[in-house]
């Protein structure tokens, strides 16, 4: 071999196995333009060098790998569907010769890659686990995009595919990118692999056969949940009426069971609260339609309450019925001087679900990135793109609206009605951003899940259609529950201390929405759960009844010492696109002008510096845009260590000698544990070593040489100084 590095079947190496070191090499492409062996399916290309491996050879480290082969681990219910051996799972360098060898499977709940020899991986620990899926695992319903390369060109994969790729690269919805090279992979098990992923993660399902159904049946004697542990899952008369009575709203509002085994509608939850004069006969008029359901009640009395509207007639008699019903609802809820009400039509005077799906296709755009080189040539252009995007103005315009909404509230003592077509979308989204607002028992974590539960899922969002669940329509995906997971995540990052939660208790709770094992998120109604799951109890088990301590995760009360870095980058480029309107304006600049108040009303900072890029979901599988050593986490240690050093200090001069030497000890061990924290802590992904770009690229030629790039690297590229 010329003295190039031995190829362990199991192990890391540095350039794949059977491909011999050479003196020169045309270079290009992924992998490399030399290809021993099978091809996975497709046609070699001409080789650019001669191989001295015997066939002999392949096959002894082939038998090498099965030997090695790791265990399978299965849930209840999945069954293996296909796989592949000497599949090599690629380090996302440019030169992509970094890897570790292994199979890869797909059963009917995920693609796993089970490494030969994980051992041969960095030394990085990982510092988060999901109890459900492994770093090398994809669940099915997280697959975004899958493409194959051909003779190193990038294509789109779909359907029967008459030439397999020599490698696989699958773009997930949590924005993970894997790469697989099938180069050495038998070219039956390729077909087999390939062919497999695109069929049960592109072709259109049925219901009754996503996993979640499986799972169901097979973990019926495993799986138990207690109510006492859990938030209120609002499926109870009781439940309705106690949350009544905590927000005082029960002198005006009235629990009704008139739509008890969904009688009246489908759409609607089995129990709801409507004002106490409404007459609950008119519920079942326009399967209700046209009626206003309470949402919340603010502490002076007034209320949030939202309404669908009523179906569109031609006919001029169906329209006079129509207009003469909602006359009598009004009535009902605008009662001037006493109760006045202000009416939001989010359909037409706000944002629409396309605006939404195009914003957010864009953006993702900017985190999946295949490689180093990728990164630095968008990194250029990033902020033009993150613009051009308008994701974070959406974001904006989100909480903007919630400001306003809050507004009539607090300030005129308005009840606020929210008008949408099925009031399952943005009002879902505005009715809980105002909530998080105005009450502090939103912002607990128990209070958080409560709210989650009764305005998205007994609320009537669509999940199964906004996930995209069944494969069905792209043009039903909209990502409105990650909307405003982030708009949530601008007011957690803005005020951490007014928070039981953190963070990262959101990013997990957005992943969850692509595990098909909970029934939490997979529904498009409370009735289509109800009657697929047999009344069963799988929600996503995310709360418990006790408060957690008011300090938050990893005491983030100290965020006022960190700036964000990211959000530093953006400030410069962005800038309010609309001002806020004059009749809250007063209002507006009053609570800024005071100290904020954690447990009374809390409203977010919108101006263009204020609306940041939420990293650690977006940017955490990207190991260029990690400060290895930075971030709110490794700070707060750092501050740990300084405060313990003062204090054996302290304990020196008492000459307190062994006390003295188990906190130096202790010291010392946290000084060797924050130096591998990052800055999207918990999610470090420290497997792709990049320091500054790979040169030449068409996008960094303008600056100059790469010695003279070299020079000005921190003014280009590192993060740290902007």
Request: aromatic share 10%; net charge negative.
């Amino acid at each position: 071999m010329g003295g190039a590095p031995a190829a362990s079947a199991g192990g890391r190496c540095e350039r794949p196995p059977l491909l011999p070191r050479v003196a020169a090499s045309q270079g290009g492409g992924m992998l490399g333009k030399g290809v021993v062996g099978g091809g996975g399916g497709t046609k070699a290309p001409k080789p650019s060098f001669v191989s001295y491996v015997r066939p002999e050879e392949i096959h002894t480290n082939e038998k090498e790998v099965t030997e090695k082969e790791v265990t399978l681990h299965l849930l209840p219910g999945e069954q293996l569907l296909c796989e592949a051996s000497t599949v090599l799972k690629c380090v996302q360098e440019d030169s992509c010769q970094r890897g570790i060898y292994g199979r890869l499977v797909c059963t009917d709940f995920k693609i796993a890659f089970l490494g030969d020899d994980e051992s041969a991986l960095d030394n990085d620990e990982t510092q988060f686990k999901n109890k459900v899926i492994g770093e090398n695992d994809i669940t099915l319903h997280c697959v975004d995009q899958i493409y194959g390369v051909f003779d190193e060109k990038k294509k789109t994969l779909f359907g029967q595919l008459k030439k397999y790729p020599e490698k696989l690269i699958i773009h997930c919805k949590d924005l993970r990118v894997f790469h697989f090279c099938l180069r050495y992979t038998k070219e039956e098990e390729v077909k087999r692999i390939v062919s497999g992923i695109i069929h049960h993660t592109q072709a259109p399902k049925l219901l009754k056969r996503l996993f979640l159904f499986s799972y169901a049946t097979a973990a019926q004697n495993h799986t138990a949940t207690d109510p006492k542990n859990h938030a209120v899952m609002f499926d109870t008369l009781q439940d309705w009426c106690w949350e009544l009575e905590r927000t005082k709203g029960n002198m005006k509002y009235k629990a009704v069971s008139v739509n008890e085994g969904y009688k009246v509608c489908e759409r609607l939850p089995a129990y709801f609260v409507v004002p106490t004069p409404l007459p609950e006969e008119d519920v079942p008029r326009f399967q209700g339609h046209g009626i206003p359901i309470w949402c919340w009640s603010c502490h002076s009395g007034c209320a949030l309450l939202k309404m669908s509207a009523l179906p569109k007639e031609q006919d001029d008699g169906i329209l006079q019925i129509q207009k003469n019903f909602l006359d009598g609802i009004y009535k009902t809820i605008h009662r001037p001087p006493y109760e006045i009400v202000k009416t939001e039509d989010l359909s037409s005077n706000f944002l629409s679900l396309q605006e939404i799906q195009t914003a957010y296709s864009k953006f993702k755009q900017l985190f999946l990135i295949d490689n180093s080189t990728e990164f630095w040539d968008t990194d250029i252009k990033w902020f033009s793109l993150l613009e051009s995007s308008s994701w974070l103005d959406i974001i904006r315009r989100c909480l903007k609206k919630a400001i306003e909404i809050v507004e009539c509230l607090e300030a005129q003592n308005m009840n606020v009605l929210l008008l949408e077509e099925n009031a399952s979308d943005l009002c879902c989204l505005v009715s809980s951003l105002v909530q998080v607002m105005m009450d502090p028992h939103c912002r607990t974590r128990f209070g958080f899940q409560s709210l989650v539960q009764k305005e998205w899922i007994v609320g009537g969002h669509c999940f199964l259609d906004r996930c995209n669940h069944l494969r069905q329509s792209d043009k039903e995906e909209v990502p409105v529950f990650l909307l405003f997971l982030d708009c949530v995540w601008q007011l957690v990052h803005q005020h951490p201390p007014a928070f039981e939660f953190t963070e990262t208790y959101l990013t997990v709770l957005s992943d969850s929405l692509y595990i098909p094992i909970f029934s939490t998120f997979f529904f498009n109604s409370p009735h289509q759960k109800d009657t697929n799951m047999h009344q069963r109890q799988l929600s996503l088990p995310l709360t418990q009844s006790k408060s957690s301590p008011k300090r938050g995760f990893f005491r983030e009360e100290t965020d006022h010492l960190i700036k964000n870095l990211l959000g530093k980058r953006i400030s410069k480029l962005i800038n309010s696109s609309e001002e806020l309107q004059d009749n809250f304006r007063e209002f507006y600049d009053s609570w800024r002008s005071k100290p904020p108040n954690y447990h009374g009303l809390l409203l977010p900072h919108i101006e263009g510096p204020e609306i940041k890029v939420w990293a650690q979901r977006y940017l955490r599988w990207i190991p260029e845009a990690q400060i290895l050593g930075g971030g709110r986490v490794a700070t707060l240690s750092k501050l740990l260590e300084m405060m313990e050093e003062v204090q054996r200090l302290q304990e020196k001069i008492e000459e307190r000698h062994h006390s003295q030497e188990a906190l130096q000890a202790e010291a010392t061990s946290l000084l060797r544990t924050s130096a591998r924290l990052s800055s999207l802590f918990p999610f470090a992904l420290l497997q792709r070593h990049s320091s500054k770009p790979v040169l030449p690229t068409s996008g960094w030629k303008a600056l100059g040489d790469e010695e003279d790039l070299a020079k000005r690297e921190d003014e280009f590229v590192d993060l740290g100084d902007v």
